[in-house]
Nanobody, 125 residues
């Protein structure tokens, strides 16, 4: 089992920045690829970004490319999501997730085995 706990959400004005953290415990964190997803009210959960176990490969949705950055520190069992130039449409609950690397697809939520409880990000206009 892997336990994931997100933090760092909050309210920010458009154009501002936030950094989310996801702390992992349980099984060896470095064995897992990590992803961030988000879900806005009335919408399906959508892929935001992901990274392989080493952090050497990263993937982004078109909607956040160039504004968001995923990183991980395997020594601290933590993955981060730096969000810059935030827009009102970024408002959502953000979830981190873990999956066995090289299994499934990084952009599919069904490929992930473990999920955090989510953290709310609200971007005011």
């Amino acid at each position: 089992q892997v336990q994931l706990v997100e933090s760092g959400g909050g309210l920010v004005q458009a154009g501002g920045s936030l950094r989310l953290s996801c702390a992992a415990s349980g099984r060896t964190f470095s064995n897992y690829a990590m992803g961030w997803f988000r879900q806005a009210p009335g919408k399906e959960r959508e892929f935001v970004t992901a990274t392989r176990w080493s952090g050497g490969s990263t993937y982004y949705s078109d909607s956040v490319k160039g504004r968001f950055t995923i990183s991980r520190d395997n020594a601290k069992n933590t993955v981060y999501l730096q969000m810059n130039s935030l827009k009102p449409e970024d408002t959502a609950v953000y979830y981190c997730a873990a999956r066995t690397d090289s299994v499934g697809y990084y952009y599919k939520s069904s490929s992930y085995d473990y999920w955090g409880q989510g953290t709310q990000v609200t971007v005011g206009s």
